[in-house]
């Protein structure tokens, strides 16, 4: 899987829409970009994943460059319970066995303030 | 409902003991993992099953069983317990595993 890099923090006005970047500049065709977030003392949660086209889902939005090398995960409107450590990760979609799993690195922590 | 569920939540235990904690999922998902999230938050892979049958099996001590009774379940048994091993356990599944991945809450694994 490509390497991902986030920065290590961010910090956001409730309310206000959070912009979370991620670079994968080594981002292979059939590889996709999915972002999970940690909530503390929580599990993973699945946020949003995409290919090369923006998405959109009830959580959040993904812008991805045209050339791919880069993404940003948008929360429109960050409350409180958005706290959170953000994961960008790519991996092949369509492949089995070793694919399957989801290597995380650092990830951001998002501190959604007041 | 709780769509992935581990017990017990928290499990603290003395070096060399024989523990296991168990995993249910009720989203009717073909592919199970463990996960293992040490003290420096890094979330790392352990094991995957599919259909009951593993299909991965990272550098992991060879102290650490899973099993898969049927694909609803996936148990995860460590013999010896050392201290290294404590940290927090994720069990997570997915329809396949090329799927969004749901994840448990965790079990918190402390050793004495």
């Known amino acids: 899987d490509a390497k991902t890099t986030q920065p290590t923090s961010m910090d956001c006005a409730e309310g206000r829409a959070a912009n979370l970047p991620c670079n994968h500049s080594?981002?292979?065709?059939?590889?996709?970009v999915y972002w999970y977030r940690q909530i503390h003392s929580q599990g993973p949660q699945y946020i949003i994943h995409?290919?090369?086209n923006n998405e959109t889902n009830e959580m959040a939005s993904l812008i991805i460059t045209e050339d791919r090398k880069s993404s940003t995960l948008i929360l429109p409107h960050a409350t409180l319970r958005d706290t959170a450590v953000y994961y960008c990760?790519?991996?092949?979609?369509?492949?089995?066995?070793?694919?399957?799993?989801?290597?995380f690195g650092k990830g951001t922590l998002l501190t959604v303030n007041p | 409902d709780t769509a992935v569920s581990q017990t017990p939540k928290y499990l603290v235990t003395q070096m060399g003991n024989d523990k296991s904690i168990k995993c249910e999922q009720n989203l009717g998902h073909d592919t199970m993992y463990w996960y293992k999230q040490d003290s420096k938050k890094f979330l790392k892979i352990m094991f995957s099953y599919n259909n009951k049958e593993l299909i991965i099996n990272e550098t992991v001590p060879n102290r650490f069983s899973p099993k898969s009774p049927d694909k609803a379940h996936l148990n995860l048994h460590i013999n010896s317990l050392e201290l290294g091993d404590s940290a927090v356990y994720f069990c997570?599944?997915?329809?396949?595993?090329?799927?969004?991945?749901?994840f448990g809450d965790g079990t918190r694994l402390s050793i004495l």
């Open positions: 990760i790519v991996r092949v979609l369509n492949s089995g066995g070793s694919n399957y799993k989801l290597t």
């Open positions: 080594t981002i292979s065709g059939n590889e996709y």
């Open positions: 995409g290919l090369k």
């Open positions: 997570a599944s997915s329809q396949k595993g090329n799927q969004p991945q749901h």
